[in-house]
């Protein structure tokens, strides 16, 4: 039987920026909704963007 050593890595120390910030999330729903259309591509662009938007947080 094979066994495989844990996987390890090295994270930088300094801070890390979030994956999106909410302006840039923003951005992304508007060039998504941009692209959505009566085609396979562009309905699945306009579907992400409406899953997009439902978890992007309100802005205050």
């Not at 090295?10 to 959505?36: K, V």
């Not at 309905?43 to 409406?50: G, I, M, S």
């Amino acid at each position: 039987m094979d066994t495989f050593l844990p996987v390890t890595g090295t994270y930088p120390d300094q801070t890390r920026l979030p994956l999106l910030t909410a302006s840039e999330a923003a951005e992304l729903i508007g060039l998504l909704r941009h692209f959505s259309d009566d085609t396979t591509e562009g309905r699945a662009a306009e579907q992400l963007a409406r899953d997009l938007a439902a978890r992007v947080p309100a802005e205050e």
